[in-house]
Structures are given as structure tokens and as C-alpha cells.
T-cell receptor
Framework: GAGVSQSPRYKVTKRGQDVALRCDPI?????LYWYRQALGQGPEFLTY????????KSGLPNDRFSAERPEGSISTLTIQRTEQRDSAMYRC???????????FGDGTRLSIL | SQKIEQNSEALNIQEGKTATLTCNYT??????LQWYRQDPGRGPVFLLL?????KEKRKERLKVTFDTTLKQSLFHITASQPADSATYLCALGLGNAGNMLTFGGGTRLMVKP
């Protein structure tokens, strides 16, 4: 596609459930990033990949959060045993490579009841 | 502590004037700095990237400066238009490869006709 695509756009789930958020980057983009954005704040880095290799996961809040990009294209961010504090906008971005402009998707709004 | 500061108050200016937005940071040594525009409900959109060895970058009506001594970047929009109204985010490129973007909280710009 022309841009970064994220699905679902909205996800509402009960506390304790697992959720999987999907990101389809721009074709040919080597690097893929996950961010979390609170209302009125800038995006907060979670993790990123070059091809299929996870390069940095220092921003993941705890071990309930994980991400994968098995074939170097589509990525999934998984949150296990969700808690209300996980409610946020989750954004994915991709870039041609290191130190390049990042192109963001419109995000997944996650609400934990 | 490490901080990125953008004016959290909205900047209101008249159409045709130059808008100047400020991004100050402390205790970081970024490899580069990027500016993004974000409209409500949308992901950030890349505008300009300036590297640590560059003083100034221009693109059409946009100009960004980067002073690594003052630890400050200024973002200018000349001949502003109501369509320029949005939130503008600065982001520092950090990490071993400069791949990790750390965002400021953004400044909302309102251009009045």
C-alpha cells in the first residue's frame, strides 16, 4: 500500500485478555518502529526492527509486551494479560533505513475495560 | 534528567505572519533532529530532518535551525496559512544508530485568517 497500515483501528477488550496489534509497513522499508502515544503527548518509543531482527526493545514497559516481525515485513505487537493502564493509542512507523524519516500509520486505539 | 521541551501552550498567529516554534533539550546528544506535523486523529507526518553538523535546513515555507551548543532547534513557517494549523512535534534521533526517536510533547499552532 501507499502508507503504513495498522489494524484494527479500534480495539476494546476486557482486562486480562491478550491483544495483538498489526502493522503493515510501506513496501521496501527496512526499519519498523512501535510507539505508544497518550493524549496531548508525543509518541513514546517502544521497540524497533531492522528487517526481522528486533534491534531495541528498551521502551517496552514490561514483559507483558512483545513484538515480532518474522518475515521482515508485517509486525505484530502483543500485549498479554491487559491492564487498564495499557489503554492508549499505539502507533507504528516505518523507514527506508537508519536515521531516515519515519512514516507513521494512523494507529490503533486500545481501550481496556 | 533528560528532557525535551516544547511550549505546551498553543501559539496563535495571524495569517501571513511567520510562526516560530521552539524545541529545547537537556542531557541529550542527538545525532539529528526531526520535525513532524500531527493533525487530530492522524499519525505524525514527517516535515524536515536536520543533522548535528547542519545549522539550517529549508523546504518551501519551512525552515529549521539546530544549535547543538544551545541545545535548541527553531522551526519557522513563513507566510503562514490557516491550513498550517496543527500540532508540531520535534523528535531527537538517539541510540547507538540514532534510530530511536524521542519526541517532545508538541506545540499546537493556530493560524487565524
Amino acid at each position: 500500500g501507499a502508507g503504513v497500515s495498522q489494524s484494527p483501528r479500534y480495539k476494546v477488550t476486557k482486562r486480562g485478555q491478550d491483544v495483538a496489534l498489526r502493522c503493515d509497513p510501506i513496501s521496501g522499508h527496512v526499519s519498523l518502529y512501535w510507539y505508544r502515544q497518550a493524549l496531548g503527548q508525543g509518541p513514546e518509543f517502544l521497540t524497533y526492527f531492522n528487517y526481522e531482527a528486533q534491534q531495541d526493545k528498551s521502551g517496552l514497559p514490561n514483559d507483558r509486551f512483545s513484538a515480532e516481525r518474522p518475515e521482515g515485513s508485517i509486525s505484530t505487537l502483543t500485549i498479554q494479560r491487559t491492564e487498564q493502564r495499557d489503554s492508549a493509542m499505539y502507533r507504528c512507523a516505518s523507514s527506508l533505513g537508519s536515521n531516515q524519516p519515519q512514516h507513521f500509520g494512523d494507529g490503533t486505539r486500545l481501550s481496556i475495560l | 534528567s533528560q528532557k525535551i521541551e516544547q511550549n505546551s501552550e498553543a501559539l496563535n498567529i495571524q495569517e501571513g505572519k511567520t510562526a516560530t516554534l521552539t524545541c529545547n533539550y537537556t542531557n541529550y546528544s542527538p545525532a539529528y533532529l526531526q520535525w513532524y506535523r500531527q493533525d487530530p486523529g492522524r499519525g505524525p507526518v514527517f516535515l524536515l530532518l536536520i543533522r548535528e553538523n547542519e545549522k539550517e535546513k529549508r523546504k518551501e515555507r519551512l525552515k529549521v535551525t539546530f544549535d547543538t551548543t544551545l541545545k535548541q532547534s527553531l522551526f519557522h513557517i513563513t507566510a503562514s496559512q490557516p491550513a498550517d494549523s496543527a500540532t508540531y512535534l520535534c523528535a531527537l534521533g538517539l541510540g547507538n544508530a540514532g534510530n530511536m526517536l524521542t519526541f517532545g510533547g508538541g506545540t499546537r499552532l493556530m493560524v487565524k485568517p
